[in-house]
């Protein structure tokens, strides 16, 4: 391991101390275990984290044949750390030593040295399903863009980020499923940039607090809205029809992408129902708060969700009244 330091506001630190620092900031069971844990041990640990930390991702995997959900918890697991790596530590020095060394981790899985157990379960799931180590490695780009980029020019800047920082889940989704081609890619890709500037568009006055604006601020400034008008909370009419601008190339962005779900099996495209019907409530919610994102958080209803679910397990049995309907086609 590198000792190379790193400055702070605490001085001159080794980044052996930055990583320190930076575990004790998390939960104490994601730090690197003294002993290697095995399979079984590792893919317990990942379900543990995926069934106790994210609601929708525990209910979507009941959908999937029990034969992939240890492939998904995995998955999941490493999204989950190192999202958290980024974005939960509370210091920028700290969280990039982490994510430096996790990327290193990553390295360590594919030459078969995995210790941790989100890489120990991880190894195994890459081995079955033939996953490069591109999506892994571009998601740890985003989280450490994350710690040092908090403006973007425009569209384009914000939609490059989302190639490293949402489309690689949808990407792993679908070889976790058998499903690889460059087709089926090109509509996730779609899907999950929608999502992630759904859940963008959802957070603005949240993100704020992090100094993070992803608002594109070419249309920031066509609309006349500064970064002023986020800090005051105050949805000026201007702020809101920037918003009904955002709201809408995010659902042109959702129908691109529908189609997919009637090119894979029935079971993944119920969770792709499921998350692309969630994606656009979102932005219903957003609507009906007249795009004022900044007094209240637009949030989606139990009983909205609970809707959303049986609408998606209603299009396994009706086919036609999934979002993408059409039929369903085999993996090239």
Not at 50 to 76: D, G
Not at 142 to 163: G, H, K, P, W
Not at 175 to 185: L, M, N, P, S, V
Request: a negative charge; charged letters at 25%; hydrophobic letters at 40%.
């Amino acid at each position: 391991m590198t000792h190379a330091t790193m400055q702070t506001e605490d001085g001159a630190l080794t980044q052996d101390e930055l990583i320190r620092r930076g575990w004790a900031a998390l939960p104490a069971e994601y730090r690197m275990p003294e002993k290697t844990p095995t399979l079984d041990e590792a893919r317990a640990w990942c379900r543990h984290l995926s069934e106790t930390h994210y609601e929708n991702f525990h209910v979507a995997s009941w959908f999937l044949p029990k034969a992939l959900r240890p492939h998904f918890h995995s998955i999941y697991a490493y999204c989950r750390v190192s999202d958290d790596l980024g974005d939960e530590v509370g210091n920028t020095a700290q969280s990039l030593a982490l994510l430096e060394m996790w990327d290193r981790e990553l390295d360590a899985c594919y030459a078969g040295e995995a210790r941790h157990p989100v890489f120990v379960a991880l190894a195994e799931t890459i081995r079955a399903c033939n996953i490069p180590k591109d999506p892994f490695a571009n998601l740890l780009k985003a989280f450490r863009q994350d710690q040092v980029v908090t403006r973007y020019a425009n569209m384009a800047e914000v939609l490059d980020y989302c190639t490293n920082s949402a489309n690689p889940v949808g990407r792993l989704v679908l070889y976790a499923c058998g499903f690889a081609d460059e087709e089926r890619f090109k509509l996730s890709d779609a899907t999950c940039s929608a999502l992630q500037l759904a859940n963008f568009w959802q957070d603005v006055r949240v993100d704020w607090k992090k100094d993070r604006v992803y608002l594109p601020q070419d249309d920031m400034q066509r609309f006349g809205v500064t970064d002023e008008t986020i800090q005051k909370g105050i949805a000026t009419p201007e702020f809101r029809s920037l918003m009904k601008y955002e709201v809408d190339f995010a659902r042109d962005l959702f129908h691109q992408g529908l189609p997919l779900i009637g090119m894979v099996s029935r079971e993944l495209a119920i969770d792709l129902d499921l998350f692309s019907r969630g994606g656009l409530e979102i932005l219903r919610a957003i609507e009906q708060q007249d795009y004022d994102v900044l007094s209240a958080r637009p949030a989606i209803s139990k009983r909205t969700k609970l809707s959303l679910a049986l609408r998606a397990v209603s299009g396994k049995a009706f086919p036609f009244l999934r979002l993408g309907a059409g039929p369903a086609r085999k993996a090239a």
